[in-house]
């Protein structure tokens, strides 16, 4: 998982603030620079974003990746199984104690697999309540209060 | 993280249990055999263990590492600070973009991180749920249920 999901955030964040903005598309060079990544990391999330179906490339001049879905019905969850394709397991999970003679390992186990999903799904569930749009608003909300009280310190 | 807080589990919940039962203590080795790993991996994770408070040693005839607390006092998030030493960030941290010209880059970065600390909070509200008690308690039940159902279908 590590920066994938902040970089695909990222993306998305700024692609829809972008287009909302009526600016148009960025480019992976443009958005790996606001990023502070590199392009080719860029690219290589924003394929994984295509394939979920959360970014869609538009072809000819001005085109360009744009959020396929309106920011306000994307949510971090979204990013985090695009980018980690449900692979992603965050807790480790324990190998079904093959060769033990314990019959308790097993069921142990099974127990603490059980409880890893559970816990992860409360984590998930704190990505699935923010969308592009709710974070998007909170940045650019922040950037606003922070230009006003510079100016008023002024 | 990966299979440190399992074999955590298992540590704490053989070593409960085997003293409640009455049978005193186990070794490195036979820990490892039960959890189905090596005794190098289990003498680090009972190290991580006894420097949290979670294992005390006890020295000279039938000595050996016992659990340090009552099980119904050692949860599993204790378990997973142990082996973590809260170094384990589950979800990628944002380096706080430095060198990008974007305005909104140090911004998102910051919002980012404190919805992974949340995100990560409730995972870990999970396990600090689950005590070591708990957890051997329905391990057993799950192998009484088993056994009961065995000797029904002979």
Redesign the interface.
Known sequence: ??????IA??VL??LA?HERSGRGTMTSEELA????TSPVVVRRVMAQLTRAGLLVTRRGVGGGAVVARAPEQIT?RDAYDAVTAHEGE??????H?????????P??????NE?YS???E??????EG?TVAA?TR???D??ER?ARLDSAHR
């Open positions: 998982v590590n920066q994938r999901l902040t955030a990222h964040g700024l603030h620079e606001s990023v502070g971090l965050l807790l480790g999970r324990h190998s104690a093959n060769g033990t003679s314990c019959p308790i390992a069921v142990l186990a099974e127990y603490l409880l559970d816990a992860e409360a984590l998930l569930r704190t990505l923010v974070m909170e940045v650019i922040r950037l922070r």
